[in-house]
């Protein structure tokens, strides 16, 4: 497992590698950009996709890739937009869908989303968000769709969710959850449904919160 960049009196431009046999971390190669507040997502191919982020309050559209092969960060195609806040999520036919987000002076939060093509190294648009949102979650679900739940818009916590459709390019209502929460944690279940846990709204929360894909609604569960 690579770590990458996070903020330490400025972001980070590091990264460490985890062996889980050793159970210890070491150094590899350092990003091309300090960033933090970024995504990292393993692509089909064993490499790292890190998007977007910021660096000193300043949203960044730029990616790059980690090669396990090399221990080396390399540059790749950039968003059309900055954006950090926003999940990226691996779509099944390998590639991956970047959502939402917000700017780095939190003035802006973001309805747009971007596909990134491994193939070709580069992002295009895809249909926007019903809901601009950022510091929520994009769970893969076992039909291919991508689960958007909660998050915040220009520090307005959210209880809405959607659906992003990869075939059509396409973003639809579902939901709504019982309890409004940003940064959350989201978890597919081995029987499909999707669990929300903790998050926070006026302060941190002790609730979870259930999806179920076949009939689109949520439960409130125990705490």
Sequence with gaps: MVVVGGQENGSLATAELYDPQSETFHVTGSMM?????QTATLLSDGRVLVVGGENNAKELA??????????LFGATGSMATGRNGHTASLLAD??????????????STQATAEIYDPATGTFSPTGSMTTARENHTATLLTDGL?????????????????????TTGTFRATGPLPIASDSQTATLLADG????????AASSLPTAQLFDPTAGTFKAIGS
Excluded: W
């Design 62 to 71: 730029t990616a790059e890739l980690y090669d396990p092969a090399t221990g």
């Design 94 to 107: 390998g590639r991956v869908l970047v959502a939402g987000g917000g700017k780095a002076s939190f003035a």
């Design 33 to 37: 950009t300090p960033r933090d507040h």
């Design 146 to 166: 991508v689960l958007i739940a909660g998050g915040e818009n220009d520090a307005v916590d959210l209880a809405t969710a959607e659906l992003f459709d990869p």
């Design 193 to 200: 449904r999707v669990l929300l846990a903790g998050g926070r």
